[in-house]
Each structure stands twice: as C-alpha cells, then as structure tokens.
C-alpha cells in the first residue's frame, strides 16, 4: 500500500477535476457531494492500508519509505523530484486529514443544501485536500512549499466563497477583504520560507528532509546560521499557523462557510506550522535561540487569543480565538522540546475542534444565519444532538479527565513545568483556566439561560443526519482519542503511551540533541506530576465553575463586570488594536509613499520630467536653429564673416 | 559553421510572416474578412511550421541549430546568419504561439483601417521572429529597429486617447537606446577588421570568438552600449516610464505582444550579447544591474499598488516581474539563467493573459478604472476563473508556471558567487508578498463583492472566441509549473555551457561541462573553422 501513497493526493485531484469541469453540468447535488466525499474518504482508506503495512514493520523500516514520481525542477545543480515520504509522522497528518476531512465534506452536504454555488464549494474543498496532502507527505521543501501556499490559495477561495456578503471587521468590509488578508499576511510567512529554503540548499546542497536532518544530526553548522534557518522556517509557522505576529487573519477568516472554518482553520492547515517544525526537528532543536522564541511566542499567543476570545459574541470568532490560542500551546510544547506532546494535541484539538465548528455550524444552519451568541440561549432543548456533542467538546478542550484534551494539554503542561520553568506552567495553566472559562461562557451563552431570539422570524431546529453523524463520530474521538497518550504518571508506570513510542523515531535525533544540551536536566518525582496534573484539573474546572455562574442563568452581572472595567474590556474587545496598530504603522505609510512619493514624484516627475524635458529641450532647440535657415543670403553671409573672425582669432591665440 | 541540413525550416518559419505582410497588402481593403483570414492562417501556419523545429531540436547539442548564411552585403560582410539554441527555440515558440492569439483577441474591438493593423501586425511577427533568430548583428539591427514601425503604428492609430504622446515615447525611448547599439555594432565591425588577416564582419559568431580579446576598458564602453539599448526595451528600472504609457494606450493585442514578447526581446539580447559577447563586463556590471533589478522589482510593484487603472497596474507589474528575469541573469548561475529563460516565456503567458482578460472587461465596458466595477463574478463567473488562474500565475503560485521561474532566479541570486550577496534575493522575495497585494486586491475590488454599478448588470460571460484565446495560455501555465523540464530541457545545455565558460574565464576553473573551451581566435581562420557558407 505505501507504494500506492501517491493515490492520496491523487484521488482528491481527480475529485476536484471532475467537479469543477461538470460540477455544474451534473447539476445534482448529492452526485457531487457523493464524488467529493468518496475522493477523500477512498484517499483515507488508501493512506489506512499504508498505516496498518507499516504497523508490521520495524520502526527503523517504517522511516525509508520514499515514493519518488518525477522530477519537478531541474537547473543546473538544483534538482527536487515530486516525492512521497510515508513515515510516522506524515501518515499520522494524512490519517487526520482525510479522516476528518471526509466527515467534514459528508456534512457540508447537509450544511450547503440549496447553494447556488454547491459544486464550486465542493471543488475547493477537494483541492484543499489535495494541496494539505502534498504538504504533509512531500519529501523535500519545495513540494511541502508546493502544498503550503497550496492550502493558502483554496483558504483564500474559501474564505471569500460568498463574494458577495459583508464581513465586519478592522479595515474590512466584504468576505472577500477577509481572504484577502489572510493570503497576504501568508504571504508575509512563505517569504521566510523561501528564504530559508535558499540557506538550506546553500548549506547542505539539498531540500529533501531527510538529507538534511541526517546532516544537521552529523552536526557542524554554525550556530548563526541554524538559527537563521529555523527562525526563518518559523516566520511561516506564524504565518500559517496564526501566532504573533501575523496571527490577524484568522479571526477574519470566519468569513467561510462553517465547515471550512473546521477542516481548514481548525482541524488541518492551521497545524501546518506544528507540522513543519516536527518535520524538521532536528535542525530545530540545534539552535536554543529559535526554541526560546517558539516557546514565547507560544504562550503569549496563548494568552492573548484566550483572554479575547472571552469578551467575543459571535460564535465563530470564540471558536476562532479559542484555535489561535491551542496553536500557541503547541508551539509551546515545541519550544521546550516537547515535539510528541505537540502532535498529539494536534490530533486531539482536530478533534473536538473541528466537532465544535460543525457545532457551531449545526447551530448556525438551525438559526437561519445567526452567529452573534447575545441572540441565542435556551437552544438546548431545540436541537439536542448539536447540543450533547457541543458539551462533550466543550469539556475535551477544557481538559477535563478523561476526554482527550485532558492528556495532550496536560502533558504540554507538563513538559512545560519540567523542560521549561514553574512561571512557564503557571502562564500556561492562566490560558487553560481562560479557555475553559470562555468555551462554557459559550455553551451556557448558547444552549442555555432565556431565550433571546425573535419567536417569529427564527425557529431554531435541529440538523439532518448527514449533519449530527460527523459530530457524533467527532464526539466519540473527542472522548476517547486521549488515550493514545496515556502517561506513564497515570498508568502506573506501565509503558502504554502509543502515540510516543509511535513517533520515537521520528524524533529521536531531536531529543538527543536536547538532551546533551540540558546536562542539567533534573528528575521530578511522581507526585509532583501528580500534583500539577490536580492543580491543573482543578483550575479549570474553577474555569467552568466560574463561567456557570455568570452565564448559566441570565443575568445582568456579567455587563457591570464589563462596565466596571471599561478600559481592559476595550482592550479585549478590540483584540489589543493590533490590526489598527498594523494598519496604521505599515500599511497605510506604505501605500502614501506609493502614491505621492514614488509614482507621482519618482516617476511622473523625475524620470518622466527628465524624458519629456529632453525631448522638448530638442524640439526647442530646434526651434530655434530653424530661425537661423532663414533664407536672407545677407545673414548667411554675416554669419560667414563670423565664422572667418573666429577661425582667424583661433589660428592666431591659440 | 555548415549549414544544417534542415536550415529550411527556420528559414520558412521567418518569411512566413514575410509572405503573409506581402498577401495582405495586395487584398482588396474592404475584404476584412479575407484579410483577417488570411492573417489568421498565416499565423497558424507559422506557428505549426515552428513545431517541427521543437521537436527536431536535439538539446544534446551545444551550439546553434537549423543555421544557414545568406549573404547580403559582401562590404561589411553582413548576411541572414540565422540559427537557434535552446533559448531562441523557446522565444520562437512562444511567438508563433501568442500570435494567433493575439489576433484573436483583435477580431472584435479592431474596426477601423483593418487592412493596414493586420499587416502591421504579421510585420511584427516577422521583426520578433528576425530578433530571437538571427546570428549577425546588421541583421539583428535591422530586425530590432523593424519592430519600432508597425509597434509605433499599432499605438498610433489603434490605441487610446493619448496614443501619439504614448507611441512617440516608446519610439524615442527605444531610438535612443538602439543608436548607441549601432555604434556598438560598427566598432565591433572595425575591430574585426584591425586584428591581423581580419576584415570587417557582422558575423556574431566570429565576433563572440574576439571579443575577449577587446582591451576591458572598450569591453566596458560596448557593453553598456548594448546594455542600455536592451535595459530600456525591459524596461529596468529607471527606464521603464515609457511602458506604463504604452500599455495603457495600445490595443489589447498590441499589449499582449507587448509584454508577451517584445520585452523579452530586451533580456534575450542581454544574455546574447551582454554575457556572451562580454562575461568580463557582465562580472563587473552584475551587482549594479541586479540592484536596478531589486529596485525595480520593489518599486514597480509599489507603484502598481497604487493604480486605479488596471491595465496600467498590470503595466507596472511588468516592471516588477522582468526585475526577476534580470536578476537571474545578473545572477549569472545556471539556476539563475534558466530560471530567467523560463521566466521568460512565464510573464508572457501570464501577463498576456492578465492583458487578454483586461481586454475582455475593457470590451464590455470602455472603461479600465478599477472603481467602476465590483462584483462582476456574479455575471461572468467563467471569466472569473481565468482572470484568477492569470492572477496566481502572476504572484508566483507554486505549482503554476511563475513559481518556477520566479524561485530559480531568487535561488540564483541567492547562490551566485558574482552577486556574493544575499540580500538582492532577500529584497526580491518582498515582490513576492507585494504582488499578492496589488494583484488580489485588485482582483477583490473588481470581482468579490456585490454588483452595484447598473452597467455591470448585464455583462456577458466569456464568448468563444475568447475561450479559444484562454485556454491554450491556460494549458501552458498549468504544464510549465507541474512538468516545466518539457521546456526547461531544451536551454539546459546552453546555459551549462555558457556558464561553464564564463566561470573559467573569471574563476580559472568551473564544475559544468565544457563542451569546447573559448579561445580567442584569429578571425580569418576561424571565418573558415566556421565556413562553409
């Protein structure tokens, strides 16, 4: 089956073709949705048939498979193959996302029913598949490259896929400023990308991972360079993955229908940044510098996205803020080397991500369009599947024992506290406790309390099957996924972590390399695991707690907190004026230099001025010499006898 | 060097156009029909005649193919020297291939003195064709000057409401430039005859076998003479201000060849002579000329920013797109080289097509003011789609042909021990962010949105025509950025070759295969060593 891995991507390809050559013409909505749904699912079974024949291999076995299809680019030395590297680390983001992508697409047959532009939406999705298969399984840079500005086009197509609807926010105004604005702050982190890509070639004469991990491994490379490499690299982590400093666009990318905003930004491309780094983690864990940064940008992405996701109210946006947030765990847990950790709550924030999107979608799609949570409550009773599966997610992000998010946060908490330091842990316990206290606030905001919608124009109702079974399937994983990484503090020792000795190999030179970095390393005993993992549980149930008796009922508490505050509520509210600050230190500068300085002054008048000031310099010069052909043979002759006077002056003075 | 047996190819590929000038001008004026007919097949013909060169084009040899002498004038000892390598065979094709569509793209919007613009238009063929193939610099000359008549005429009379301050510009700004190549042209000549037993000759061939023995301060006279000549046709930065103004006036096929070839026609010279003719020159000049290029990638993509018209957004987009191709070159690295050759046919597929689908909306609605639109997928969805695929084409998107080219010439840059500078392609990759800016901008306020201008309402989608000029632009930009060594494979070897010599000519020693080592040699003899003519 490895052998085979090139159909993955191949059969979302072929999905996209068929439907966006005769999407239209087939002119029948459950076709398409049939087709594209197939293409991923097919995929999903393809890439299971790699993953079970890799199971019965040696882990060192399991680590060369490379499937090379053709050369892309060759020019003199330079030459990259359009190559497949199944491993570990690739199958298990393939297994993510065309699993959670197929139920993602057999839901967004239900969700666009009645779509004018059905199959166009199909096509998209089936693209962005193809595209963030070619990212996780490519063997070299320049193909991840390929798959990584690849899901940044179809999240631009996505997110603007109703052109022509408003979209509030900073400095925008239609879903299509929103698109916009996410592929070009991308764009800002693929520039760090290709630069990196130059130093690396530069470097080690090659862009295939596994060249360059085994030479970095070999040690040898100046220190500043690495770092420069990696710093670079993460530049587009940022990018992709919405940590500061281009962390802005994801909040605006809600702007897509509800399932993008799931499988897109949630559950798959938004990890794209943990992803290259675990790619790449021995280079990574050479340069001490690029880990401190990761893990501050981390957590103080962490901490910001959380503390404004709990003064938010539109559905999509708590939702939003709440990813920015888990993504800065997750470069936290990749700065202090804790790359298993990260991945694993990759796989578990897909989860109950991607099962709270289609949540907050059901709820949408049951409410006509609604998004703004002042204007809901009491939903509960309307549509109880959404809402049962909304709770069970709520509580797995929350980290509450035993649902899935309980054990990949609790180990980045405690990675944290061990590889880290205590304030570290503290900082990331604050963001926990803030996230479980906003996710309820939504909940209770949502499903509970009074009923706050028009009666007449808005009658909640709950969604069709092709709907409620992708969330009841995402529930049961949100539940039950956390025990692929159970630590050995709660097993009592015994070895039955999966996940981690899965990915060992992957890892193994980055964790050696760490290793003899921290000689120093202390060990910690079991009982303050696990008296950090009780603190920690018990913070966030206080979370809930706390949110529960602000919002359970309806009441006006929650408003006088905010007036009260007034001055850390605007904050809040207005995401720290980082989009004002951006636009009015970069952008709007930039754009009046353009204008008045460089086109109206450098070209217009410099070099235009220069140009038409030498023609006409000519024509007037011309003008003039013409006066002298004046036909009057007298002056001709005055003009001789001139001429003669200088000559002879010049014969005789000089 | 002989004559090549299948010379008569090439030959008939370059007169076609000849012959269809000569056809066209002999019809009666009120047949349009017929004369657009007869134009449409003539272009057809030249371009099915140009396969057969692709595919009897061996990319295992170095050197020119197809080559043949005709002689001309016996005093300077001038002829129709033509010939062509892997990078001419590239910009052969790309001509013959964009010309049908150009011609396409005329049939609605050219209603007056059809006769004269088809004419012009086949002349123009035939003086592109001329530039990219020959192998003697009267002839190129004479070639390069032949495009300035009907382009001035194509401006002059089919084009906007300022066409005459617009073609006069162009002109003068091109004169200026290709004067002082004469100069160039006449030295090199006289110095051919100084040397022992040599007499004068256009011969390029010979001329590239002496010019090394040139004293280096004239090497540095001569190549600036053809430097500016071709800079300005680039147009680099800071002689690009003529281009905005061309654009803006010509009619939509006069853009397209425009920037589809015509520019091009600047960078080909400056591998054909500048490296060439003079490696040395070229290594001292490389890092002021990879600046302009820096400058201008950055500067003509914050100007396009700015515009409120689209096609003089995309006019300065040229700008900054061509600041890659000359970097590559400047770069003077095979990956820069060929990415610059690729690069090359890539902003003419790409900004042609962005000009095709300028056309198209000016056709709808004359106008090009970006504000006067706004929601137009509602009406023309199918345009959309093209419109999208030019604009990620542009901005480089991987996976399409501009990534290619665009990522070679940066990596180039990035590696080139004659820049010895990261910092041209670290600048360079900031055109990356800014042309997603200007393009999908642009792209968001005319198309996203909702449609709110009532002469939008009833916008008719693509006709076939105009499929039939998309598609096939569509097809390449596809093929080129998932398959690009279809192409890439064909100036491989020249570019190995043509480094390799000049590295050992500056460095002592290089690591690409040498087919002959240049020497500098007698130009009696070597007239012979290449006789046969």
Redesign the interface.
């Known amino acids: 089956m490895v052998e085979l891995i090139y159909l993955v991507p191949l059969l979302p390809l072929i999905g996209f073709l068929i439907i966006g050559f005769f999407g239209k013409k087939l002119n029948n909505e459950k076709l398409v949705g049939a087709i594209a749904s197939i293409a991923v699912g097919g995929a999903f079974l393809v890439a299971l048939g790699a993953f079970l024949q890799l199971t019965g291999e040696s882990s060192e076995a399991r680590t060369e498979h490379i499937v090379r299809l053709?050369?892309?680019?060759?020019?003199?030395?330079?030459h990259i193959d359009i190559a497949y590297q199944v491993d570990q680390l690739s199958i298990l983001y393939t297994l993510i996302i065309t699993g959670i992508g197929t139920l993602i697409h057999i839901y967004s047959i239900g969700y666009m029913h009645g779509d004018k532009s059905f199959p166009r939406f199909f096509a998209y999705l089936n693209l962005f598949v193809f595209m963030m298969l070619n990212l996780v399984l490519a063997n070299n840079f320049?193909l991840t490259?390929?798959g990584?500005?690849?899901v940044g086009?179809c999240s631009?197509l996505l997110i603007?896929f109703w052109?022509?609807r408003k979209f509030e926010g900073s400095h925008i105004?239609?879903?299509?400023?929103a698109?916009?604005k996410a592929?070009?702050v991308n764009?800002?982190g693929?520039?760090g990308v290709?630069?990196a890509?130059?130093?690396i070639?530069?470097r080690f004469g090659s862009l295939e991972y596994t060249t360059v991990n085994m030479a970095a491994a070999s040690g040898g490379i100046d220190a500043g360079l690495i770092t420069a490499i990696t710093l670079l690299l993460f530049l587009g982590c940022t990018g992709k993955s919405a940590q500061i400093p281009l962390g802005i666009w994801l909040p605006d990318a809600m702007a897509g229908p509800t399932p993008v905003s799931a499988l897109i930004h949630a559950a798959t491309m938004v990890t794209a940044g943990i992803f290259l780094i675990a790619r790449n983690s021995t280079l990574f864990a050479l340069s001490d510098t690029t880990m401190a940064i990761i893990t501050g940008v981390g957590i103080t992405t962490a901490l910001i996205a959380a503390t404004i996701g709990i003064v938010q109210n539109d559905i999509k946006k708590v939702l939003a803020y709440s990813t920015v947030s888990q993504l800065g765990f997750m470069f936290m847990a990749l700065g202090v080397g804790a790359y298993t950790a990260a991945v694993f709550h990759v796989m578990t924030h897909a989860f109950f991500k991607a099962l709270l999107f289609l949540g907050s979608g059901s709820v949408i799609h049951g409410m006509h369009e609604e998004q703004d949570i002042q204007k809901m409550g009491g939903l509960k009773k309307y549509m109880p599947q959404t809402y049962i599966t909304f709770l069970l997610g709520t509580i797995a992000i929350s980290g509450i024992f035993p649902f899935s998010g309980f054990f990949s946060k609790d180990e980045i908490l405690w990675n944290a506290y061990a590889n880290g330091s205590p304030i570290l842990w503290g900082a990331g316990v604050l963001a926990a406790f803030c996230t479980a206290f906003y996710m309820f606030r939504l909940l209770y905001l949502t499903f509970y309390g009074e009923e706050r919608f028009d009666h007449h124009h808005v009658h909640p109702h709950e969604s069709p099957v092709t709907m409620t079974l992708p969330l009841w399937i995402l529930a049961i994983l949100s539940v039950f996924g956390g025990l692929l990484g159970i630590p050995k503090a709660l097993s009592g020792g015994a070895d039955i972590n999966i996940l981690e000795h899965w990915l060992e190999p992957i890892f193994a030179n980055a964790n050696s390399i760490l290793a003899s970095h921290h000689t120093n390393a202390h060990h910690h005993s079991l009982a303050l695991e696990w008296g950090l993992m009780a603190a920690s549980l018990a913070i966030a149930i206080i979370g809930i707690l706390y949110a529960a008796s602000l919002y359970k009922k309806s009441s006006s508490k929650p408003a006088e907190m905010a007036a009260k505050n007034k001055g850390l509520y605007n904050i809040l509210w207005n995401k720290y004026f980082v989009d004002e600050i951006y636009h009015n230190v970069f952008v709007a500068p930039?754009?009046k230099?353009?204008?008045d300085f460089?086109?109206k002054i450098?070209?217009v008048q410099i070099?235009?001025g220069i140009?038409n000031g030498s023609?006409r310099a000519i024509a007037v010069s011309a003008e003039n010499l013409r006066k002298i052909q004046s036909g009057i043979a007298q002056n001709y002759a005055l003009m001789m006898l001139f001429g003669i006077v200088a000559i002879i002056a010049w014969m005789v003075f000089a | 060097m002989p004559h090549t047996e299948s010379a008569g190819m090439l030959l008939l590929t370059l007169l076609l156009p000849l012959f269809g000038f000569i056809a066209v001008l002999f019809i009666d004026k009120a047949q349009e029909k017929a004369i657009r007919f007869t134009t449409m097949m003539i272009s057809l013909l030249t371009f099915g005649f140009s396969l057969p060169l692709w595919f009897s084009f061996n990319s295992s040899i170095d050197g020119f193919q197809f080559y043949t002498n005709i002689p001309w004038i016996s005093s300077t000892d001038s002829g129709f020297r033509i010939g062509i390598d892997g990078m001419s065979l590239l910009l052969v094709l790309l001509t013959t291939f964009i010309m049908p569509i150009a011609l396409l793209s005329s049939f609605e919007p050219i209603k007056k003195r059809v006769k004269e613009y088809y004419a012009m238009m086949l002349l123009l063929e035939l003086g592109m064709l001329g530039v990219f193939i020959s192998l003697d610099t009267m002839v190129f000359y004479v070639f390069w000057e032949l495009i300035l008549i009907p382009m001035y005429f194509l401006i002059g009379i089919w084009g906007g409401k300022d066409r005459i301050y617009a073609a006069v510009k162009f002109f003068l700004y091109t004169l200026v430039g290709s004067l002082l190549m004469l100069l160039a042209i006449v030295w090199l000549g006289l110095y051919a005859k100084g040397l022992p037993g040599g007499h004068f000759t256009t011969d390029f061939l010979v001329l590239r076998e002496i010019a090394p023995s040139i004293p280096m301060d004239i090497q540095i006279w001569l190549f600036l003479a053809f430097a500016l000549s071709f800079c300005i046709k680039v147009p680099l930065m800071p002689f690009h201000t003529w281009l905005p103004d061309a654009h803006v006036q010509a009619p939509t096929a006069g853009s397209v060849i425009l920037a589809g070839v015509l520019l091009k026609m600047g960078t080909y010279g400056l591998i054909r002579f500048n490296v060439e003719l003079f490696p040395m020159a070229m290594h001292q000049f490389a890092v002021p000329i990879a600046w302009l290029s820096v400058a201008g990638i950055i500067y003509g993509a914050l100007v396009a920013m700015v515009q409120t018209d689209i096609k003089k957004l995309v006019a300065y987009s040229s700008v900054s797109h061509l600041g890659f191709v000359v970097l590559g070159i400047a770069s003077m690295t095979p990956e820069g080289l060929q990415g610059a050759i690729i690069q090359m046919v890539n902003h003419g597929l790409s900004t042609g097509m962005l000009f095709l689908c300028v056309g198209a909306l000016y056709e709808r609605r004359h106008t090009r003011e970006i504000s006067e639109f706004g929601g137009i997928t509602k009406v023309m969805p199918k345009f959309a789609v093209f419109f999208v695929i030019a604009i990620l084409a542009s901005v480089g998107l991987p996976g399409l042909n501009g990534f290619i080219g665009e990522f070679l010439t940066l990596f180039g840059a990035f590696q080139s021990p004659f820049l010895n500078n990261p910092w041209f392609s670290i600048l360079s990759s900031t055109g990356v962010i800014f042309s997603a800016v200007y393009l999908l901008w642009m792209f968001q306020r005319v198309m996203f949105g909702t449609n709110d201008n009532p002469s939008n309402h009833s916008l008719k989608d693509l006709h076939r025509s105009e499929y039939w000029q998309l598609v096939p632009m569509v097809i390449f930009i596809v093929w080129i950025g998932i398959y690009p060594s279809t192409f890439m494979s064909k100036s491989e070897l020249y570019v190995q070759t043509l480094i390799g010599k000049v590295e050992k000519k500056i460095f002592g020693t290089t690591k690409y295969p040498l087919i002959k080592a240049a020497t500098s040699v007698e130009p009696g003899t070597s007239n012979e060593v290449h006789g046969g003519h």
């Open positions: 053709f050369t892309w680019i060759q020019a003199g030395s330079f320049v490259f390929l990584w500005e690849g086009l631009y603007g052109y022509d105004v239609w879903t299509g400023d698109a916009k592929f070009i764009r800002i693929d520039f290709l630069i890509m130059c130093l070639y530069m930039m754009y230099i353009s204008l460089l086109w450098v070209d070099i235009d140009v023609a």
